[in-house]
Every structure is written in structure tokens, then in C-alpha cells.
């Protein structure tokens, strides 16, 4: 098993529309949660950091199910911006390096 | 905002030849680490840096790869004898603190010949 797995996509969303997936993780050590997102051939940045008891920054959620061991992000009123791929980033306890899915590859089309 | 910075954008070498990957983090962070790409698939890690030595490295990063701090401001990878399976996009970087998320820089593309 993956130790972090996510749908490859793409997620084809219309322009506004509201899109939502999830991400599994396979180590119950792990202790921190993130999204990224990555434009083409470009570097991984920072979204958000997921928290147990799930956040909110502007247009985007994520929850964290620590149980099912899973993470899911929410994009609101999507934009056409908002095309990219989301990487779900997951970094255990005993150390300091993050593993990284393969990302779920978002289209917002008008 | 402060950014990490990477050098050069698009190395370009013979199979068999040595290089060196730089990167400058961000200024007051304490952590550093390299990651690669290869094209279509997902980032890898490869080995992160404290407290001037390694703290963990996979198994990608074998004798052939090294990391150096060398002058307290860049933070280098140096791959000694290049392979064409060493193609890829490396990114470098770093964070502040053990809880802080690592800011990454825009990478080296390394093309092996």
C-alpha cells in the first residue's frame, strides 16, 4: 500500500462550482498533515496546514479523520487560478521529512 | 517574502560527470532538506540537514550523493558520478522550526546526457 495515496483526477469543476477530495495515508504515526499545491513544472507551495479538528483559510477546508486515516480539502467558488495539482503532504513523528502523494490534478474550466 | 533560492534553474551534464546543486534557504531557518522530481511523478525525499549534519536520508540518497553547508548561508547537493536515472527536477528546502511547514524553492531541473 501507498503510504500516501490520492486520485490522480483530473477533477474537471466549472468555474465557481464547489470540488472536494480526499487523501489516504497508510502510517498511523504520522502526526502532520498539509496541502500543497504544484502548478506545471513549477515547485510545491504551501496551501494549508490540516488540523485535527479541521480549518479554514478563505475559499478552502480541509478536514483531518484520524480514524479512517484520511484528509480531505474543499475548494469553494472555484476559480480559474485555482487550476493546479494538490499534493497532499503527510510528515510522521519520529522525523522531519514530509511524503508526498502523487497529487489529484484539478481543472477549473469556464 | 523571503524565499528560497535556487541555483542554477536547468543544469544540463554528461553521464558520469560530477555537479552541484545550490540553494540558499531562507535566512533564519534552521532545517534543510532536498527533494526530487522525476518528471510524472511524485516529489521523493532525499535527505534533510541540522545542526550542521544529516538527520535523515532515504535510500535514493546513496554514496553518490552529498550535502554540504558550507559557508552558514548556501546549503549544496553534490551528486559525484551522474546518471541518466539522476534526471529530474530537485528541490531544496527549508523551515524554521521542528513544527513549521518547509518552504521549497523553485528547484533545478538536471538533465543527464
Known amino acids: 500500500r501507498k503510504e500516501v495515496e490520492q486520485d490522480p483526477g483530473p477533477f474537471n469543476v466549472p468555474e465557481g462550482a464547489t470540488v472536494a477530495f480526499n487523501c489516504t495515508y497508510s502510517?498511523?504515526?504520522?502526526?502532520?498533515f498539509f496541502w500543497y499545491r504544484q502548478d506545471c513544472r513549477k515547485e510545491p507551495k504551501l496551501l494549508m496546514s490540516v488540523y485535527s479538528s479541521g480549518n479554514e483559510d478563505g475559499r478552502f477546508t480541509a478536514q483531518l479523520n484520524r480514524a479512517s486515516q484520511y484528509i480531505s480539502l474543499l475548494i469553494r467558488d472555484s476559480k480559474l487560478s485555482d487550476s493546479a495539482t494538490y499534493l497532499c503532504v503527510v510528515k510522521i513523528a519520529a522525523g522531519n521529512k514530509l511524503t508526498f502523494g502523487g497529487g489529484t490534478r484539478v481543472l477549473v474550466k469556464p | 517574502e523571503p524565499e528560497v533560492t535556487q541555483t542554477p534553474s536547468h543544469q544540463v551534464t554528461q553521464m558520469g560527470q560530477e555537479v552541484i546543486l545550490r540553494c540558499v534557504p531562507i535566512s533564519n531557518h534552521l532545517y534543510f532538506y532536498w527533494y526530487r522530481q522525476i518528471l510524472g511523478q511524485k516529489v521523493e525525499f532525499l535527505v534533510s540537514?541540522?545542526?550542521?549534519?544529516?538527520?535523515?536520508k532515504s535510500e535514493i540518497f546513496d554514496d553518490q550523493f552529498s550535502v554540504e553547508r558550507p559557508d552558514g548561508s548556501n546549503f549544496t547537493l553534490k551528486i559525484r558520478s551522474t546518471k541518466l536515472e539522476d534526471s529530474a527536477m530537485y528541490f531544496c528546502?527549508?523551515?524554521?522550526?521542528?513544527?513549521?511547514?518547509?518552504?521549497f524553492g523553485d528547484g533545478t531541473r538536471l538533465s543527464i546526457l
Open positions: 540537514f541540522y545542526n550542521n549534519e544529516i538527520s535523515e
Open positions: 528546502a527549508s523551515k524554521p522550526g521542528s513544527n513549521q511547514p518547509q518552504h
Open positions: 502510517n498511523s504515526a504520522s502526526q502532520s
